[in-house]
């Protein structure tokens, strides 16, 4: 049977490669050594890398309580890059723990200089921080009991939607309710887990969150057939990793690494052993193939997003 062809790029992925060639070719080559970033790094002998608790398989906690997933993965060859072009053989790799509420804090006030975990580089955030090329394009949608019968935002069965506070989906799910004057009660929790618990119990009849972080998260449930992912996407994310603003040479690193991971095509690796592979803690594959927008958005890495 025939493969169906690929879309053609989308427009605003051919004007960010259009943009990104211009500034390219018009902008002097950076400095690596010097910057206020850098001098942290080399200062202390460290780099702090930002991660969270229970973005499966992003960035979670593993069984030996130490910080695991697929951008932990990527922020440790970012940091490696940092060390081989700083020339800084005993760096120390750091880790702190950020939620969704501390998380653009922690990069902005540089207490952590790279975020590893499941952001989406947006406008508002770029006020604050910078980002890198996307590691991972996903989109909005519900988690919700296996046998609830609910498909849609807006069937009258959801009377209550869990989302986690400071996160895109919740500023989509306001909207469609605003738009669609829908009457369910939207409950802002701390982070995943607590919502996911909200749905399990019954105190609500949707999560809404990234589909990717959904599948993740049910995986690990005690019964993860008990739960599923539906629904149309409400948004589009491109996660990428957070770094402070205001430093051009570390920057210039940061990205550089990420492109020779998708060039050389180590990040298809990376991506196989959390996306397709068996992962901590339940040993369950989320079975989850390299997407064709991710494929075709790394046929040209940028960090430029609408």
């Known amino acids: 049977m025939p493969q169906p062809s690929l879309p053609a790029l989308p427009v605003f992925l051919r004007a960010a490669l259009a943009a990104l060639a211009f500034l390219s070719s018009a902008a002097p080559a950076l400095a690596a050594d010097a910057g206020p970033v850098i001098d942290q790094i080399r200062g202390q002998g460290r780099i702090v890398i930002a991660h969270r608790e229970s973005s499966v398989p ?13 951008a932990v993965d990527v922020c440790r060859r970012l940091a490696a890059a940092v060390q ?3 020339g800084l053989p005993g760096l120390q790799i750091d880790f702190l723990q950020v939620t969704p509420a501390n998380r653009i804090d922690a990069i902005e006030t540089v207490k952590a200089h790279l975020e590893c975990g499941s952001t989406t580089n947006n406008a508002a955030r770029r006020e604050k921080v910078a980002f890198t090329i ?43 309710k605003a738009e669609r004057g829908l009457r369910m009660e939207i409950v802002e929790t701390e982070d995943h887990e607590k919502a996911i618990q909200m749905v399990e119990r019954g105190e609500a009849d949707a999560f809404v969150m990234d589909d990717v972080l959904l599948y993740g998260l049910a995986s690990m449930r005690p019964d993860p057939a008990a739960l599923k992912v539906v629904g149309r996407f409400m948004t589009t994310e491109p996660l990428a990793i957070m770094l402070p ?12 690494e990420m492109r020779r991971l998708i060039f050389s095509r180590e990040i298809h690796g990376i991506y196989q ?34």
């Open 58 to 70: 992003f960035s979670y906690v593993g069984p030996d309580k130490r910080p695991i997933g697929y």
């Open 84 to 86: 081989a072009k700083l």
């Open 134 to 176: 996307p590691h991972f394009i996903t989109g909005a949608r519900m988690l919700v009991k296996a046998g609830s019968g609910i498909e849609r935002i807006d069937q009258p069965e959801i009377k209550r939607v869990a989302v986690t506070r400071n996160t895109t989906p919740l500023g989509a799910v306001r909207r469609i």
């Open 245 to 256: 603003k205001g430093d051009a040479g570390f920057k210039k690193i940061v990205d550089d």
């Open 273 to 306: 052993q959390w996306f397709e592979q068996a992962i901590p803690p339940n040993n369950v594959p989320l079975n989850l193939p390299i997407s064709y927008l991710l494929r075709d958005f790394w046929k040209f890495p940028t960090d430029q997003v609408p």
